[in-house]
């Protein structure tokens, strides 16, 4: 692989390079185990002294492709896979925080971080601080505590669309010695990298638009290294690990000791690898992950034109519509806005709903950044659980229609939009 490769290059061939008379395409290694000459080979896989597999609970040549693959487009030094995006979430901030931590989290985010964060990793002993995504300077420090070990962004909220001052929340947190952790689902590498502007850890939801098709459920972790883990806040990367016999993850694997910690105590622990099946899936998508996310950036971007133009709808939001209150940020983080657009109809929640019943090429699905073009309503379904304090701090008013912009022609998107409109 050649590291000075453009992204889309990248997308198609970085992470698997078949040797002579090898399979063109990686290979699904459906095995749990692998075979060894000698009892010592395996002693010294165990000590992590040499390269290679043992268990596919740690580490498996499929999922390490994919793995290989994604931290190349981050620009990372090393990445994880895991079986959810939600466990990448999980294992990032469990690998930094324990009982008795603290972590800042911008408030627009996904439902199932609220409550990971509000409930699950509460019950864990973490606690957690949501201040506003669009948080001032002050109001990012005031929120740090001695306690406090990460900072916690989404790079485009799913689903209010809001893009944090990345730049901003960097700069606090390096001035504290804790690392920022991004989740860069929405945009993917192809339109923001995180690292480019001081952010420390990516994570992502690949059952998203890396996957593409709607087809396999996985998370990841990307480490950009360099970190200073020596301040005193985090012993555990520093002091001798003694659920691996004494390893010291910034002396023994000074390059990527973030991934090294996160693989071998909690993916090893938890037992969530990334399964070899969907790893492979996710490694094809990727292929065209370029292509893709260009022709549903260009797809949203020609919706939301037309939607904030259409007298039967009373608002839209688009980071990629000028005038949209993210728009700058856009500009100044991503090469484009992706896929997904909000919007509110006139005559409210059941206006929607009537709209939403009557889209016949878009369909309604938990789902969201496939090929696909489909639509929801967080407020009824992926963000049911949350509190109307937790909607409204998520950015989510209760008439939001979330619409995830496939890859089809245009014009029949918008056709499918013209005669719903007409219902109501
Ligand atoms: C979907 C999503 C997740 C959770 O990912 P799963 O793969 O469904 O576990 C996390 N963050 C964001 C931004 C998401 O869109």
Request: charged residues 20%.
């Amino acid at each position: 692989m050649n590291c000075n490769w453009k992204p889309g290059t990248l997308a198609v061939q970085a992470g698997y390079e078949p040797g002579n008379g090898d399979p063109r395409v990686v290979p699904i290694a459906q095995s749990t185990t692998y075979k060894y000459d000698d009892v010592q080979t395996v002693a010294d896989l165990f000590d992590l002294k040499r390269d290679g597999y043992f268990y596919t609970r740690l580490a498996n040549p499929t999922v390490a492709a994919f793995e290989r693959k994604i931290a190349a487009l981050e620009k990372g030094v090393a990445a994880v896979a895991t079986c959810a995006g939600q466990t990448a979430n999980a294992m990032a901030i469990m690998n930094i925080a324990k009982a008795g931590d603290h972590i800042v989290a911008a408030a627009a985010l996904y439902g199932g971080t609220v409550t990971l964060f509000t409930h699950t990793l509460k019950k864990i002993g973490i606690e957690i601080t949501l201040i506003d995504t669009e948080s001032d300077e002050a109001a990012i420090r005031a929120a740090i505590k001695p306690n406090t070990k990460a900072i916690f962004l989404e790079a485009l909220a799913n689903p209010a669309l809001i893009i944090p001052d990345f730049e901003l929340y960097v700069k606090v947190a390096h001035e504290n010695g804790i690392p920022v952790i991004v989740d860069n689902t929405f945009p993917t590498p192809i339109l923001c990298t995180p690292f480019d502007f001081g952010v420390d850890i990516v994570t992502h939801s690949t059952t998203k638009y890396i996957d593409g098709h709607a087809t396999s459920i996985g998370g990841i972790v990307v480490e950009k290294g360099g970190f200073d883990w020596s301040s005193g806040r985090f012993p555990e990367f520093t002091e001798p690990d003694d659920s691996y016999h004494g390893l010291v993850y910034t002396r023994d694997f000074a390059a990527c000791p973030f991934s090294v910690k996160l693989r071998v105590q909690l993916v090893r622990d938890y037992g969530v690898p990334q399964m070899p099946f969907n790893a492979f899936m996710s490694m094809v998508g990727c292929e065209t992950l370029h292509v893709r996310m260009q022709r549903h950036t260009e797809n949203a971007l020609k919706l939301a034109e037309y939607l904030r133009n259409h007298p039967k709808v009373a608002w839209v939001r688009y980071p990629g519509l000028d005038g949209d209150p993210s728009n700058a940020m856009m500009k100044k983080y991503m090469r484009g806005a992706s896929g997904v657009i909000v919007c509110g109809v006139k005559g409210g929640r059941a206006a929607g709903e009537k709209v939403m019943n009557s889209l016949k090429l878009a369909a309604i699905v938990v789902h969201v950044a496939d090929v696909r073009t489909g639509v929801l309503h967080p407020a009824s379904m992926t963000h049911r659980q949350l509190s109307d304090d937790e909607l409204k701090a998520a950015g989510i008013s209760p008439d939001l229609i979330r619409i995830s912009v496939g890859i089809e022609d245009i014009e029949d998107i918008i056709a499918d939009w013209e005669q719903a409109l007409a219902k109501i």
